[in-house]
């Protein structure tokens, strides 16, 4: 595809491919992880590499291959799948501002490319959308840059994981290193009070939350969090605007 | 180990996947329309992205078997610990999160393989 070859001459490129390979093993350790439970569910490794090449969502796979095993109706298995989606359409409004200038079938491929560690590497590195053209070309350059890194870590992860899933016991835990990728990143992240109460009451509303179908109890606790961080955004405003004035 | 092809069947049904991915991860981004975010939501969505993180991680960590853990004898609690406070102690450092991921499998493999938390 055009878009990925001719932004990869963009300084900016690296820098994403760069900022991308230190959550790599993560991303790795998920990838394989997911494999493993692929296969070892009775998908069978033709289908589970078909599904990996194709599906390129974790969560998504992870929680239709039940059904596709129970040879569930196929509404039902598009509707689950969508459902573990919601987040990235959340994602998709953040990222609009971003992709705009470019053709359909670019933003198209750009956005299936986009996951949750590249959506938030880039706008935390990029948190507004340039106004000119170069900037937003390099600010998408930054984006396939960790796409590109994710997409290889997680298919080196995946392939493994299928080829090698006899020897890899789904006890010893190995995708947590996936889940420490994400809390690191995290930490990075929350660099003031409202961040922070962002994320405990994002935590304690998908704990909550986990009993709904689906993990829908994702998209409510990010829902949750927004609401509550603008709110309490609204009760800061006024003291700081009295600093101010008595100054 | 070798098994069968998927059936024509299940080829549809990965390929309606595949669409899937993308049409969610593009949803706001199809319509040529102009439109822009609403100031509040512009707002609220720096967050997201943090919320976001919260809320899948949250889970993995305090729930077993769809139920809230009982015990902090669970090794998952202890290298999350470990790489929460390895990134705040270098977060100045290249590769903070690098080192989180390290450490924290660093904690997490001894305690849940040989002690079973």
Redesign the interface.
């Given at each position: 595809m055009k878009i990925g070859l001719h932004l990869r001459h963009n300084p900016h490129f690296k820098k994403g491919a760069k900022d991308m390979?230190?959550?790599a093993?993560?991303i790795f350790a998920w990838g394989l992880m997911t494999a493993v439970a692929m296969v070892n569910s009775g998908l069978?490794?033709?289908?589970s590499s078909?599904?990996t090449l194709?599906?390129?969502?974790g969560?998504?796979q992870l929680a239709?291959t039940p059904l596709?095993m129970a040879h569930a109706p196929?509404w039902v298995?598009?509707a689950t799948?969508?459902c573990v989606?919601?987040?990235?359409?959340?994602?998709?409004?953040?990222?609009?501002?971003y992709?705009?200038h470019l053709s359909?079938k670019d933003?198209?491929f750009?956005?299936?490319l986009?996951g949750?560690l590249s959506?938030?590497l880039t706008?935390?590195k990029f948190?507004q959308a340039s106004e000119t053209l170069e900037g937003k070309n390099e600010q998408l350059a930054y984006l396939m840059g960790t796409n590109w890194i994710n997409w290889l870590s997680w298919m080196s992860g995946s392939f493994i994981g299928i080829g090698l899933t006899?020897y890899i016991p789904i006890e010893?835990?190995l995708g947590?290193?996936g889940?420490?990728?994400?809390?690191?990143?995290?930490?990075?992240?929350?660099n003031n009070w409202?961040?922070l109460l962002?994320?405990?009451?994002?935590?304690?509303?998908?704990?909550a939350a986990?009993?709904l179908p689906l993990k829908l109890?994702?998209v409510v606790?990010?829902a949750c969090?927004?609401?509550l961080?603008?709110l309490a955004?609204s009760f800061k405003k006024p003291v700081i605007i009295d600093k101010t004035l008595h100054h | 180990m070798f098994d069968q092809f998927p059936s024509l069947e299940i080829i549809l049904t990965l390929l309606a996947l595949m669409l899937i991915s993308i049409l969610s991860r593009s949803m706001f981004f199809i319509s040529n329309k102009q439109w822009s975010v609403p100031k509040w939501l512009e707002r609220g969505l720096q967050y997201a992205p943090l919320a976001a993180l919260c809320a899948v991680i949250a889970p993995q960590i305090f729930i077993t078997q769809n139920q809230l853990i009982s015990t902090w004898q669970d090794a998952r609690i202890f290298a999350a610990l470990a790489a929460i406070i390895f990134v705040y102690l270098r977060r100045k450092s290249g590769q903070p999160v690098l080192g989180a991921i390290v450490v924290g499998m660093a904690v997490y493999l001894p305690l849940h393989l040989a002690l079973g938390w």
């Open positions: 390979m230190s959550l093993p993560g069978g490794i033709w289908t078909l599904m194709t599906v390129f969502a969560s998504a239709t596709i196929m298995v598009l799948a969508t989606n919601l987040r990235f359409v959340v994602f998709s409004i953040h990222l609009r501002p992709m705009m359909l933003r198209l750009t956005g299936y986009t949750d959506y938030v706008v935390s948190p006899a010893w835990g947590f290193a889940v420490l990728a994400l809390v690191g990143m995290t930490c990075i992240l929350v409202l961040k962002g994320a405990l009451v994002s935590s304690i509303a998908a704990i986990y009993a109890n994702i606790a990010i969090a927004v609401m961080c603008l955004e | -």
